[in-house]
Protein backbone atom coordinates (compact mmCIF):
# COMPACT_ATOMS: atom_id res chain seq x y z
CA UNK A 1 0.00 0.00 0.00
CA UNK A 2 1.24 3.12 -0.83
CA UNK A 3 1.71 6.16 1.28
CA UNK A 4 -0.76 7.95 -0.12
CA UNK A 5 -3.10 5.36 0.24
CA UNK A 6 -2.52 4.84 3.85
CA UNK A 7 -3.29 8.75 4.46
CA UNK A 8 -6.75 8.50 2.59
CA UNK A 9 -7.59 5.34 5.17
CA UNK A 10 -6.64 7.79 8.46
CA UNK A 11 -9.83 9.40 10.10
CA UNK A 12 -9.63 11.86 12.80
CA UNK A 13 -12.53 13.46 15.33
CA UNK A 14 -11.61 16.99 15.51
CA UNK A 15 -12.85 18.57 18.63
CA UNK A 16 -12.63 22.39 19.33
CA UNK A 17 -12.84 23.64 22.86
CA UNK A 18 -14.30 27.37 23.29
CA UNK A 19 -11.33 29.52 23.23
CA UNK A 20 -10.45 27.97 20.43
CA UNK A 21 -13.17 29.33 18.96
CA UNK A 22 -13.34 32.59 21.01
CA UNK A 23 -13.13 34.69 18.13
CA UNK A 24 -12.69 34.94 13.61
CA UNK A 25 -9.28 34.95 13.49
CA UNK A 26 -9.28 31.72 15.71
CA UNK A 27 -11.86 30.37 14.05
CA UNK A 28 -9.95 30.84 10.58
CA UNK A 29 -7.24 29.34 12.50
CA UNK A 30 -9.06 26.39 13.24
CA UNK A 31 -10.41 26.18 9.73
CA UNK A 32 -7.06 26.01 8.34
CA UNK A 33 -5.73 23.22 10.50
CA UNK A 34 -8.91 21.00 9.30
CA UNK A 35 -7.71 22.06 5.53
CA UNK A 36 -4.46 21.54 6.21
CA UNK A 37 -5.39 18.23 7.05
CA UNK A 38 -7.69 17.18 4.83
CA UNK A 39 -5.13 17.97 2.29
CA UNK A 40 -3.44 14.91 3.40
CA UNK A 41 -6.26 12.82 2.43
CA UNK A 42 -7.53 12.17 6.09
CA UNK A 43 -11.09 11.78 7.08
CA UNK A 44 -12.13 14.17 8.97
CA UNK A 45 -15.14 15.15 11.51
CA UNK A 46 -15.27 18.04 13.57
CA UNK A 47 -17.11 18.71 16.54
CA UNK A 48 -17.20 21.83 18.02
CA UNK A 49 -18.08 23.85 21.65
CA UNK A 50 -19.93 27.18 21.79
CA UNK A 51 -17.62 29.77 21.40
CA UNK A 52 -16.03 31.48 24.19
CA UNK A 53 -18.10 31.62 27.38
CA UNK A 54 -21.10 32.01 25.14
CA UNK A 55 -22.48 28.65 27.31
CA UNK A 56 -22.75 30.49 30.54
CA UNK A 57 -23.90 33.83 28.81
CA UNK A 58 -27.02 31.72 27.54
CA UNK A 59 -27.44 30.41 30.82
CA UNK A 60 -26.95 33.55 32.71
CA UNK A 61 -29.37 35.06 30.49
CA UNK A 62 -32.19 32.85 30.76
CA UNK A 63 -32.26 32.74 34.26
CA UNK A 64 -32.24 36.13 34.58
CA UNK A 65 -35.13 36.80 32.23
CA UNK A 66 -37.22 33.46 33.49
CA UNK A 67 -35.79 33.27 36.78
CA UNK A 68 -35.26 29.72 38.57
CA UNK A 69 -38.54 28.14 37.12
CA UNK A 70 -37.39 27.37 33.46
CA UNK A 71 -38.20 24.49 32.18
CA UNK A 72 -35.09 22.10 32.17
CA UNK A 73 -36.33 21.21 28.48
CA UNK A 74 -36.42 25.19 27.69
CA UNK A 75 -33.02 25.61 29.08
CA UNK A 76 -32.16 22.63 26.78
CA UNK A 77 -33.09 24.14 23.82
CA UNK A 78 -32.00 27.86 25.04
CA UNK A 79 -28.27 26.93 25.69
CA UNK A 80 -27.76 24.25 22.62
CA UNK A 81 -27.62 27.37 20.54
CA UNK A 82 -24.12 27.92 21.82
CA UNK A 83 -23.07 25.09 19.90
CA UNK A 84 -25.60 24.86 17.16
CA UNK A 85 -24.04 28.63 16.03
CA UNK A 86 -20.28 27.72 16.38
CA UNK A 87 -20.61 24.54 14.46
CA UNK A 88 -22.66 27.09 11.25
CA UNK A 89 -20.05 29.24 11.38
CA UNK A 90 -17.08 27.06 11.15
CA UNK A 91 -19.13 24.56 8.33
CA UNK A 92 -19.55 27.89 6.52
CA UNK A 93 -15.71 29.28 6.61
CA UNK A 94 -14.84 25.82 5.12
CA UNK A 95 -17.38 25.97 2.57
CA UNK A 96 -15.86 29.64 1.84
CA UNK A 97 -12.72 28.08 1.62
CA UNK A 98 -14.25 25.54 -1.27
CA UNK A 99 -13.89 22.60 0.95
CA UNK A 100 -16.75 20.03 0.69
CA UNK A 101 -18.82 20.16 4.50
CA UNK A 102 -22.21 19.41 6.35
CA UNK A 103 -23.37 20.95 8.93
CA UNK A 104 -25.45 18.49 11.32
CA UNK A 105 -28.23 19.81 13.35
CA UNK A 106 -30.45 18.27 15.79
CA UNK A 107 -33.34 19.32 14.24
CA UNK A 108 -32.28 17.14 11.71
CA UNK A 109 -34.10 13.39 11.32
CA UNK A 110 -30.68 12.37 10.74
CA UNK A 111 -29.18 13.64 13.98
CA UNK A 112 -26.64 11.12 15.35
CA UNK A 113 -26.14 11.60 19.27
CA UNK A 114 -29.74 10.45 21.01
CA UNK A 115 -30.01 10.32 24.04
CA UNK A 116 -32.15 9.64 27.19
CA UNK A 117 -34.61 12.16 28.73
CA UNK A 118 -32.61 13.66 31.39
CA UNK A 119 -32.23 17.24 30.48
CA UNK A 120 -29.27 19.24 31.36
CA UNK A 121 -27.73 15.99 31.92
CA UNK A 122 -28.31 13.28 29.10
CA UNK A 123 -26.89 10.31 29.09
CA UNK A 124 -25.99 8.86 25.04
CA UNK A 125 -28.05 5.74 23.91
CA UNK A 126 -24.58 4.15 22.50
CA UNK A 127 -26.39 1.53 20.21
CA UNK A 128 -28.52 4.48 18.94
CA UNK A 129 -25.49 6.82 18.72
CA UNK A 130 -23.34 3.97 16.53
CA UNK A 131 -26.46 3.24 14.28
CA UNK A 132 -26.79 6.59 13.04
CA UNK A 133 -23.21 7.78 13.05
CA UNK A 134 -22.45 4.73 10.80
CA UNK A 135 -25.89 5.53 8.59
CA UNK A 136 -25.01 9.84 7.96
CA UNK A 137 -21.64 10.64 9.67
CA UNK A 138 -19.77 7.47 7.64
CA UNK A 139 -20.62 8.01 4.41
CA UNK A 140 -19.85 11.54 4.07
CA UNK A 141 -16.98 11.01 5.04
CA UNK A 142 -15.81 8.29 2.72
CA UNK A 143 -17.08 11.02 -0.35
CA UNK A 144 -14.49 13.28 1.40
CA UNK A 145 -17.42 15.68 2.99
CA UNK A 146 -16.03 17.22 6.81
CA UNK A 147 -18.53 16.85 9.07
CA UNK A 148 -19.49 19.38 11.35
CA UNK A 149 -21.11 18.13 14.50
CA UNK A 150 -22.09 20.60 17.56
CA UNK A 151 -20.67 18.82 20.66
CA UNK A 152 -23.13 18.94 24.16
CA UNK A 153 -26.08 18.45 22.11
CA UNK A 154 -28.41 15.70 22.43
CA UNK A 155 -31.87 14.59 21.58
CA UNK A 156 -34.45 11.92 22.43
CA UNK A 157 -35.89 9.85 20.87
CA UNK A 158 -39.16 11.37 20.46
CA UNK A 159 -37.05 14.70 19.29
CA UNK A 160 -36.52 16.47 22.08
CA UNK A 161 -33.18 18.58 22.19
CA UNK A 162 -30.94 17.42 25.38
CA UNK A 163 -27.89 18.57 26.20
CA UNK A 164 -24.91 16.32 27.93
CA UNK A 165 -23.67 18.43 30.75
CA UNK A 166 -20.44 19.77 31.19
CA UNK A 167 -17.53 18.57 29.46
CA UNK A 168 -20.07 17.21 26.90
CA UNK A 169 -18.16 17.90 23.81
CA UNK A 170 -15.55 15.82 24.40
CA UNK A 171 -18.37 12.67 24.92
CA UNK A 172 -19.84 14.08 21.63
CA UNK A 173 -16.04 13.38 20.21
CA UNK A 174 -15.40 9.94 22.39
CA UNK A 175 -18.43 8.55 21.05
CA UNK A 176 -18.11 9.78 17.07
CA UNK A 177 -14.47 8.44 17.25
CA UNK A 178 -15.80 4.92 18.87
CA UNK A 179 -18.48 4.44 16.29
CA UNK A 180 -15.97 5.41 13.55
CA UNK A 181 -13.22 3.26 14.43
CA UNK A 182 -11.42 6.59 13.98
CA UNK A 183 -7.98 6.51 14.60
CA UNK A 184 -7.06 9.40 17.25
CA UNK A 185 -9.48 12.20 19.04
CA UNK A 186 -7.32 15.36 18.42
CA UNK A 187 -8.59 17.82 21.70
CA UNK A 188 -8.02 21.16 20.94
CA UNK A 189 -7.46 22.94 23.87
CA UNK A 190 -5.75 26.64 25.40
CA UNK A 191 -2.77 24.56 27.00
CA UNK A 192 0.49 22.58 25.31
CA UNK A 193 -0.82 19.17 26.46
CA UNK A 194 -1.24 17.52 30.10
CA UNK A 195 1.55 18.84 32.21
CA UNK A 196 3.03 17.20 35.49
CA UNK A 197 1.33 19.85 37.41
CA UNK A 198 -0.93 22.59 37.15
CA UNK A 199 0.71 26.09 35.96
CA UNK A 200 -1.25 28.08 38.33
CA UNK A 201 0.33 26.53 41.41
CA UNK A 202 3.86 25.30 40.30
CA UNK A 203 5.82 27.92 38.36
CA UNK A 204 7.73 25.35 35.55
CA UNK A 205 5.58 21.84 34.53
CA UNK A 206 6.83 20.07 31.91
CA UNK A 207 4.41 18.54 29.58
CA UNK A 208 4.11 14.60 29.31
CA UNK A 209 4.25 13.01 25.88
CA UNK A 210 2.26 10.36 27.01
CA UNK A 211 0.12 9.46 29.50
CA UNK A 212 -2.16 6.32 30.27
CA UNK A 213 -5.49 6.09 31.46
CA UNK A 214 -5.07 4.19 34.93
CA UNK A 215 -2.27 6.98 35.58
CA UNK A 216 -4.48 10.24 33.62
CA UNK A 217 -8.10 8.79 35.88
CA UNK A 218 -5.85 10.27 38.99
CA UNK A 219 -4.98 13.12 37.75
CA UNK A 220 -8.98 13.80 36.64
CA UNK A 221 -9.68 13.16 40.11
CA UNK A 222 -7.82 15.79 41.42
CA UNK A 223 -9.36 18.50 39.27
CA UNK A 224 -7.35 18.98 36.37
CA UNK A 225 -9.36 20.47 33.46
CA UNK A 226 -7.81 19.17 30.12
CA UNK A 227 -10.17 16.49 29.63
CA UNK A 228 -14.00 15.73 31.40
CA UNK A 229 -13.40 13.29 32.92
CA UNK A 230 -17.08 12.24 32.27
CA UNK A 231 -15.47 11.92 28.49
CA UNK A 232 -13.20 9.31 29.77
CA UNK A 233 -16.03 6.56 30.07
CA UNK A 234 -16.19 6.46 26.48
CA UNK A 235 -13.18 6.51 25.70
CA UNK A 236 -12.48 2.81 23.95
CA UNK A 237 -8.50 1.77 24.02
CA UNK A 238 -8.51 1.43 20.51
CA UNK A 239 -8.78 5.29 19.60
CA UNK A 240 -5.98 6.90 21.25
CA UNK A 241 -6.37 11.14 22.05
CA UNK A 242 -4.12 13.59 21.80
CA UNK A 243 -4.04 16.99 23.35
CA UNK A 244 -2.78 20.09 21.61
CA UNK A 245 -2.81 24.28 21.91
CA UNK A 246 -4.89 25.77 19.09
CA UNK A 247 -2.20 28.28 18.83
CA UNK A 248 -0.05 25.94 16.99
CA UNK A 249 -2.51 26.12 14.15
CA UNK A 250 -1.09 22.30 12.85
CA UNK A 251 -3.54 19.25 14.03
CA UNK A 252 -0.12 17.00 14.00
CA UNK A 253 1.64 19.69 16.41
CA UNK A 254 3.31 17.96 19.64
CA UNK A 255 0.87 17.33 22.57
CA UNK A 256 0.10 14.70 25.03
CA UNK A 257 -1.05 11.36 23.91
CA UNK A 258 -3.50 9.34 26.31
CA UNK A 259 -3.27 5.61 25.85
CA UNK A 260 -5.51 2.37 27.02
CA UNK A 261 -8.89 2.86 28.55
CA UNK A 262 -10.46 3.07 32.12
CA UNK A 263 -12.42 -0.41 32.30
CA UNK A 264 -15.52 -0.77 30.61
CA UNK A 265 -17.58 -2.21 33.65
CA UNK A 266 -16.69 -1.90 37.75
CA UNK A 267 -13.69 -3.99 38.62
CA UNK A 268 -13.99 -5.80 42.02
CA UNK A 269 -10.06 -7.27 42.18
CA UNK A 270 -8.73 -8.99 45.00
CA UNK A 271 -4.79 -8.59 45.70
CA UNK A 272 -3.54 -12.04 45.26
CA UNK A 273 -1.60 -12.09 48.33
CA UNK A 274 -2.68 -12.43 51.83
CA UNK A 275 -2.16 -9.20 53.56
CA UNK A 276 -1.91 -7.48 57.43
CA UNK A 277 -2.31 -4.47 59.41
CA UNK A 278 0.62 -3.29 61.36
CA UNK A 279 -0.86 -0.57 63.57
CA UNK A 280 1.57 1.77 65.68
CA UNK A 281 0.34 3.60 68.19
CA UNK A 282 1.90 6.89 70.27
CA UNK A 283 1.53 10.18 70.99
CA UNK A 284 1.52 12.85 68.23
CA UNK A 285 2.57 10.80 65.28
CA UNK A 286 1.15 12.76 62.74
CA UNK A 287 3.77 15.74 63.98
CA UNK A 288 6.97 13.72 63.77
CA UNK A 289 8.47 13.40 60.43
CA UNK A 290 11.78 11.64 61.95
CA UNK A 291 9.44 8.87 63.15
CA UNK A 292 7.90 8.58 59.66
CA UNK A 293 10.77 9.00 57.49
CA UNK A 294 12.06 5.79 59.66
CA UNK A 295 9.27 3.32 59.40
CA UNK A 296 9.11 4.19 55.35
CA UNK A 297 12.67 3.67 55.19
CA UNK A 298 12.98 0.60 56.89
CA UNK A 299 10.06 -0.65 54.70
CA UNK A 300 11.90 0.48 51.46
CA UNK A 301 14.97 -1.41 52.82
CA UNK A 302 12.99 -4.72 53.10
CA UNK A 303 11.26 -3.68 49.17
CA UNK A 304 7.59 -4.21 50.68
CA UNK A 305 5.06 -2.80 48.84
CA UNK A 306 2.66 -0.31 50.97
CA UNK A 307 -0.73 -1.36 50.06
CA UNK A 308 -2.65 1.34 52.08
CA UNK A 309 -1.42 3.42 55.00
CA UNK A 310 -3.87 5.66 57.15
CA UNK A 311 -2.44 7.89 59.83
CA UNK A 312 -3.88 10.44 62.87
CA UNK A 313 -2.70 12.03 65.82
CA UNK A 314 -1.79 9.33 67.53
CA UNK A 315 -1.65 5.83 65.48
CA UNK A 316 -0.40 4.86 61.91
CA UNK A 317 -1.82 1.42 60.35
CA UNK A 318 0.18 0.01 57.81
CA UNK A 319 -1.36 -2.69 55.34
CA UNK A 320 1.46 -4.40 53.93
CA UNK A 321 1.96 -8.04 52.23
CA UNK A 322 1.89 -10.92 55.09
CA UNK A 323 4.81 -12.74 53.72
CA UNK A 324 6.96 -9.67 54.46
CA UNK A 325 10.28 -10.57 56.87
CA UNK A 326 9.61 -11.00 60.03
CA UNK A 327 12.75 -9.10 60.16
CA UNK A 328 10.95 -6.11 59.13
CA UNK A 329 8.80 -6.53 61.98
CA UNK A 330 11.51 -6.44 64.28
CA UNK A 331 13.04 -3.36 62.83
CA UNK A 332 9.49 -1.36 63.18
CA UNK A 333 9.34 -2.59 66.66
CA UNK A 334 12.93 -1.78 67.25
CA UNK A 335 11.84 1.84 66.06
CA UNK A 336 8.87 2.26 68.40
CA UNK A 337 10.74 1.05 71.93
CA UNK A 338 13.41 4.29 70.59
CA UNK A 339 11.43 6.62 70.23
CA UNK A 340 9.43 8.26 72.96
CA UNK A 341 6.58 9.71 71.08
CA UNK A 342 5.54 5.58 69.94
CA UNK A 343 4.40 3.13 72.45
CA UNK A 344 3.18 0.43 70.94
CA UNK A 345 3.18 -2.10 67.84
CA UNK A 346 0.45 -4.46 66.39
CA UNK A 347 -0.03 -6.66 64.18
CA UNK A 348 -3.71 -7.85 62.32
CA UNK A 349 -2.97 -10.75 60.04
CA UNK A 350 -4.51 -12.67 57.73
CA UNK A 351 -6.27 -9.84 55.78
CA UNK A 352 -8.18 -9.83 52.27
CA UNK A 353 -7.40 -6.95 50.46
CA UNK A 354 -9.89 -5.79 47.87
CA UNK A 355 -9.72 -3.39 45.30
CA UNK A 356 -13.08 -2.20 43.48
CA UNK A 357 -12.14 0.19 40.45
CA UNK A 358 -15.40 2.37 38.76
CA UNK A 359 -14.52 5.42 36.97
CA UNK A 360 -16.38 8.55 39.06
CA UNK A 361 -16.73 6.49 42.17
CA UNK A 362 -15.27 9.06 44.56
CA UNK A 363 -18.58 12.03 42.42
CA UNK A 364 -20.58 8.91 43.26
CA UNK A 365 -22.34 10.23 46.38
CA UNK A 366 -22.84 7.19 48.85
CA UNK A 367 -20.70 4.71 47.41
CA UNK A 368 -18.73 4.21 50.42
CA UNK A 369 -22.04 3.44 52.25
CA UNK A 370 -23.48 1.27 49.87
CA UNK A 371 -20.03 -1.07 49.90
CA UNK A 372 -19.48 -1.26 53.61
CA UNK A 373 -23.69 -1.41 53.93
CA UNK A 374 -23.49 -4.73 52.12
CA UNK A 375 -20.87 -6.27 54.04
CA UNK A 376 -22.29 -5.08 57.53
CA UNK A 377 -25.20 -6.60 56.67
CA UNK A 378 -23.33 -9.78 56.59
CA UNK A 379 -21.60 -9.01 59.68
CA UNK A 380 -18.39 -8.73 57.66
CA UNK A 381 -16.04 -6.85 59.79
CA UNK A 382 -14.03 -3.66 57.53
CA UNK A 383 -10.12 -3.30 58.95
CA UNK A 384 -9.74 -0.48 56.40
CA UNK A 385 -11.41 1.42 53.24
CA UNK A 386 -9.83 4.05 51.24
CA UNK A 387 -10.76 6.18 48.01
CA UNK A 388 -8.43 7.11 45.90
CA UNK A 389 -8.68 7.98 42.05
CA UNK A 390 -11.59 6.68 41.22
CA UNK A 391 -11.32 3.23 43.38
CA UNK A 392 -12.84 2.01 46.80
CA UNK A 393 -9.21 -0.20 48.61
CA UNK A 394 -10.71 -1.97 51.48
CA UNK A 395 -9.61 -4.94 54.08
CA UNK A 396 -11.42 -7.43 55.33
CA UNK A 397 -11.00 -10.83 57.34
CA UNK A 398 -9.53 -13.80 54.82
CA UNK A 399 -11.86 -16.02 55.99
CA UNK A 400 -14.59 -13.61 54.74
CA UNK A 401 -13.35 -12.62 51.28
CA UNK A 402 -15.07 -14.70 48.71
CA UNK A 403 -18.50 -13.68 50.43
CA UNK A 404 -17.11 -9.99 50.38
CA UNK A 405 -16.31 -9.73 46.85
CA UNK A 406 -19.78 -11.44 45.84
CA UNK A 407 -21.72 -8.70 48.09
CA UNK A 408 -19.70 -5.99 46.85
CA UNK A 409 -20.39 -7.21 42.95
CA UNK A 410 -24.16 -7.15 43.93
CA UNK A 411 -23.98 -4.02 45.84
CA UNK A 412 -22.45 -1.87 42.97
CA UNK A 413 -24.49 -3.22 39.75
CA UNK A 414 -26.52 -0.16 39.21
CA UNK A 415 -23.19 1.92 38.37
CA UNK A 416 -22.90 0.65 34.85
CA UNK A 417 -20.34 0.99 32.27
CA UNK A 418 -21.88 3.35 29.27
CA UNK A 419 -22.65 0.92 26.97
CA UNK A 420 -25.08 -0.80 29.53
CA UNK A 421 -27.15 2.86 29.78
Request: charged share 25%.
Amino acid sequence: MSVNEERSNRCLVIKFGGSSLAEGPSILRAVRSVIEERNRGTRIAVVVSAMGKTTDHLISTAKQACGSNIPPDELDGIIAMGERTSARIFAAALRAKGEKSVYLDPSNPNWPIITDDLFNNAKPILPLCEKMIKKVVQPLLTDGVIVVVPGFIGKTEKGAITTLGRGGSDVTAMILAWALSADQVVLVTDVDGIMSADPKVIEKPRMLKEIDMDVLIGLADSGSKFIHKKALRYKRTTVDVKVINNAAGDLRSEGTIIRGSFPESIIVEPYPEIAMAVTIVGRAISESPKTLQDILQQIKRFNVPILGMSINHNSLILYLPMNSSSELLEALHSIVIADERTIALAVKQNLAFINVKGLGFEETPGIVNVISGALSSANINIYGIFTITSSVLLFVDLKDKEMAIQLIKDSVKKYRSPEDE
